[in-house]
């Protein structure tokens, strides 16, 4: 069974990960160039850094991350117990652990820890960074959304005591705009000032991941409910559909209509 795949940056190369403690890279037209074991455990995903120089695997013991160079030469292992979500920095030199102790962990590509950053009070269980690589968005079972500084310092927190689980963050090409997926079938959009822009409603369960369009003018989400929907993050869009969800929540609430017409 292969459980995880990860190409190249360049395309060139392919990684797949079975249930039998290894990976296997490949040359784009299938030829297998090497099987790589070493792993005490099945591994459950892997990924390239940017540069494609450096692998990130991770098995389900949740005990070990271990860094590779290209060709499947061990570079470390990194014995920390990680809930299986790491996120490399777009220029390749930093990578980041998201821990059940309720932490972030950062490291250099040699394994090298650099930084241990705290604030959430329970599992973190979702990272990114952002494109120009200066901030870190994480999402914890707390209910709390959090952007940090490299060194550690909370910027702004977006969220705080949301009953539904936030995962899959993402954010938009230019970095002005952050996604996060939500245990209560909704995605919420901010601006990376704190901003929330809206919400949007579509799925019946679980939204999964997220992927920004490279223009970042379409969102896509995948869900537990079977379907892939493609947004459209266009102003006008966004704010006529906050017009219909305004225009229905009136509807079916009266009181509050007649208050905001007594306001004015």
């Given at each position: 069974?292969?459980?995880?795949?990860?190409?190249?940056?360049?395309?060139?190369?392919?990684?797949?990960?079975?249930?039998?403690?290894?990976?296997?890279?490949?040359?784009?037209?299938?030829?297998?160039?090497?099987?790589?074991?070493?792993?005490?455990?099945?591994?459950?995903s892997?990924?390239?850094?940017?540069d494609?120089?450096?692998?990130?695997?991770?098995?389900?013991?949740?005990?070990?991350?271990?860094?590779?160079?290209?060709?499947?030469?061990?570079?470390?292992?990194?014995?920390?117990?990680?809930?299986?979500?790491?996120?490399?920095?777009?220029?390749?030199?930093?990578?980041?652990?998201a821990?059940?102790?309720?932490?972030?962990?950062?490291?250099?590509?040699?394994?090298k820890?650099?930084k241990?950053?705290?604030?959430?009070?329970?599992?973190?269980?979702?990272?990114?960074?952002?494109?120009?690589?200066?901030?870190?968005?994480?999402?914890?079972?707390?209910g709390?959304?959090?952007?940090?500084k490299?060194?550690?310092?909370?910027?702004?927190?977006?969220?705080?005591?949301?009953?539904?689980?936030?995962?899959?963050p993402?954010?938009?090409?230019?970095?002005?705009?952050?996604?996060f997926?939500?245990?209560?079938?909704?995605?919420k959009?901010?601006?990376?000032?704190?901003?929330?822009?809206?919400?949007?409603?579509?799925?019946?369960?679980?939204?999964?991941?997220?992927?920004?369009?490279?223009?970042?003018?379409?969102?896509?989400?995948?869900?537990?409910?079977?379907?892939?929907?493609?947004?459209?993050?266009?102003?006008?869009?966004?704010?006529?559909?906050?017009?219909?969800?305004?225009?229905?929540?009136?509807?079916?609430?009266?009181?509050?209509?007649?208050?905001?017409?007594?306001?004015?």
């Open positions: 069974m292969v459980t995880s795949i990860s190409f190249s940056p360049d395309g060139n190369t392919l990684v797949s990960v079975g249930n039998d403690n290894t990976f296997r890279i490949w040359k784009r037209d299938g030829t297998l160039i090497k099987t790589v074991r070493g792993n005490n455990a099945n591994v459950t892997i990924s390239f850094s940017p494609g120089k450096t692998l990130a695997s991770i098995d389900d013991s949740g005990l070990a991350i271990k860094l590779w160079k290209r060709d499947g030469t061990p570079i470390k292992t990194l014995t920390e117990y990680s809930n299986g979500v790491v996120s490399f920095s777009p220029d390749s030199k930093t990578l980041a652990s821990h059940i102790e309720k932490t972030i962990k950062l490291w250099d590509v040699n394994g820890q650099i241990t950053i705290t604030g959430h009070s329970a599992e973190v269980s979702s990272i990114n960074f952002s494109p120009d690589g200066k901030t870190l968005a994480s999402a914890s079972q707390d709390s959304v959090e952007l940090w490299l060194d550690g310092i909370r910027i702004i927190t977006l969220l705080t005591g949301h009953g539904g689980g936030f995962k899959s993402s954010f938009s090409p230019d970095g002005q705009t952050l996604a997926a939500s245990s209560d079938r909704t995605i959009l901010w601006k990376r000032d704190g901003k929330l822009i809206t919400t949007l409603t579509g799925h019946s369960d679980f939204v999964n991941n997220l992927n920004f369009s490279p223009d970042g003018k379409t969102l896509a989400s995948a869900s537990t409910d079977g379907t892939v929907i493609v947004w459209s993050l266009n102003l006008d869009d966004l704010l006529a559909r906050g017009c219909n969800w305004l225009t229905d929540y009136l509807k079916n609430h009266p009181q509050t209509r007649e208050k905001l017409e007594c306001q004015n």
